[in-house]
């Protein structure tokens, strides 16, 4: 995450001195954007070859408009949130029932060899 950060720092900086020197605002992001996409292009064709989910976003797309897909996209960190804490929550709970149910067995263990 720390690298994220700088990298997104020295792209602020680097586009601070471009536009300063007189760049033109739109080919500083259409430049931006074709650097980015061929760096990324290696790791997305050996990591992401057999991936699903982009496509389907796209069959979603067709059927749908561009404004429902814009406030779908952004509600997947909420989903995910909302799914890590029911799944936590589901977790702590089989913990505590395994924690139980282990106990009990082993204090009527306990109890049995003192008698």
Known sequence: ???????NTGMILLSKVSIGGGMFIFSLLAYRSFFGA????????VYERYSVPLSLYYYGL???TASYAVIFLNIIPLVT?????VLSI?????????????LSAKSKEVWQTYE
Do not use: C, E, N
């Open 62 to 64: 067709r059927d749908t």
């Open 38 to 45: 061929v760096f990324i292009l290696p790791f997305a064709l």
């Open 1 to 7: 995450m720390v690298l994220v950060q700088l990298f």
């Open 81 to 85: 949130f909302m799914i890590s804490l």
């Open 90 to 102: 589901l977790g702590t709970t089989t913990v505590i029932v395994g924690l139980y149910v282990f």
